[in-house]
T-cell receptor, first 113, second 116 residues
């Protein structure tokens, strides 16, 4: 069965600094990969997704993620973090052409002024 | 337009009681999903509807949990004989066609269920 690991429970970065959130997955084939953001009182919002093709995926709010098959990773990056990016971030995986999406435990991002 | 809505936003019940949680998907979305999010965890898939039928209910933890979508729009998640371990935020999502390669799931704000 597929699974997702987000090794960092909590990350703190300074506003304007770069950000990388780690995600590793376990699955026999290339799955569909997602990053979601959850702000307090808000529903989960999709940042970006990877299905096939170019391994560098651009998303909303200036985020990008890179699929690395050899490392079974799909890390999320942003070159310059804004205070409004403080939230919980979830990586998710789904089997090819399947809606059974599995989420990681999440990484909570704190942004220092 | 309106997003996915869920009612109630909070529900407190006693152990052993029956509860119903409602989800109103985005109008026109044929696919509807239920997830459960426990404290400090990511959402856990429960069930997926395509139209009126449950296309995948493999995530329902046991037979105390049941969900319906009788007219292919609103869905109700029903939990019988609630247990303290059922306490969580229950999330609903909908998507236009249910095709994972092209669809995006839009999530509601969730219902926080507390079982005393």
């Amino acid at each position: 069965a597929q699974s997702v690991t987000q090794p960092d429970i909590h990350i703190t970065v300074s506003e304007g600094a770069s950000l990388e959130l780690r995600c590793n997955y376990s699955y026999g084939a290339t799955p569909y990969l997602f990053w979601y953001v959850q702000s307090p009182g808000q529903g989960l919002q999709l940042l970006l997704k990877y299905f096939s093709g170019d391994t560098l995926v651009q998303g909303i709010k200036g985020f990008e993620a890179e699929f690395k098959r050899s490392q079974s990773s799909f890390n999320l990056r942003k070159p310059s973090v804004h205070w409004s990016d403080a939230a919980e971030y979830f990586c998710a995986v789904a089997p090819y052409n399947n809606n059974d999406m599995r989420f990681g435990a999440g990484t909570r991002l704190t942004v220092k002024p | 337009g309106a997003g996915v809505s869920q009612t109630p936003s909070n529900k407190v019940t006693e152990k052993g009681k029956y509860v119903e949680l409602r989800c109103d998907p985005i109008s026109g979305h044929t696919a509807l999903y239920w997830y459960r999010q426990s404290l400090g965890q990511g959402p856990e898939f429960l069930i997926y509807f395509q139209g009126t039928g449950a296309a995948d209910d493999s995530g329902l933890p046991n037979d105390r949990f049941f969900a319906v979508r009788p007219e292919g729009s609103v869905s109700t998640l029903k939990i019988q004989r609630t247990e303290r371990g059922d306490s969580a935020v229950y999330l609903c999502a909908s998507s236009l066609t249910g095709q994972p390669s092209t669809d995006t799931q839009y999530f509601g704000p969730g219902t926080r269920l507390t079982v005393l």
